[in-house]
């Protein structure tokens, strides 16, 4: 379960107390991070975070919402056709997505994907420890 996995950390965050994203089946993940900018669509995607708990370091996610892949003009915006990652911690979560293709909400795609997450975690600080 991710509670208990960060639970030291995530009670000694500086910033507002954390609020739930979505919320699925209890697991047990593994941490990983990511400190890029843009990427979490495919970072989501990638089966190398397989049941990982995946840290995103960038103040605010979801800025772009979640993109259908379209392959009749091959335009992948994903790695695989699915979200492997175990859990999903971020700073702050984009409520209202602006990208010309975005389909939905990152919240909506972790929900239909049946993935935990969490949010109004100082990520940067949860990374140095």
Do not use: F
Not at 64 to 88: D, H, I, K, M, Q
């Amino acid at each position: 379960m991710i509670v208990p996995l960060l639970y030291p950390a995530l009670l000694s965050s500086p910033m507002a107390p954390a609020s739930l994203v979505c919320c699925s089946e209890p697991r047990d993940p593994l941490p990983a991070k990511s400190t890029g900018m843009v990427g979490y669509t495919e970072a989501l995607t990638d089966p190398s975070y397989c049941d990982q708990l995946l840290v995103l370091t960038y103040p605010l996610v979801g800025n772009y919402g979640y993109r259908l892949s379209n392959r009749a003009c091959n335009v992948r915006w994903t790695e695989s056709a699915r979200v492997w990652v175990g859990g999903l911690v971020v700073g702050e979560l984009c409520h209202e997505p602006s990208h010309w293709a975005s389909t939905r909400t990152l919240h909506q795609w972790l929900l239909s994907e049946g993935i935990t997450g969490i949010q109004g975690i100082d990520t940067r600080e949860l990374t140095k420890r």
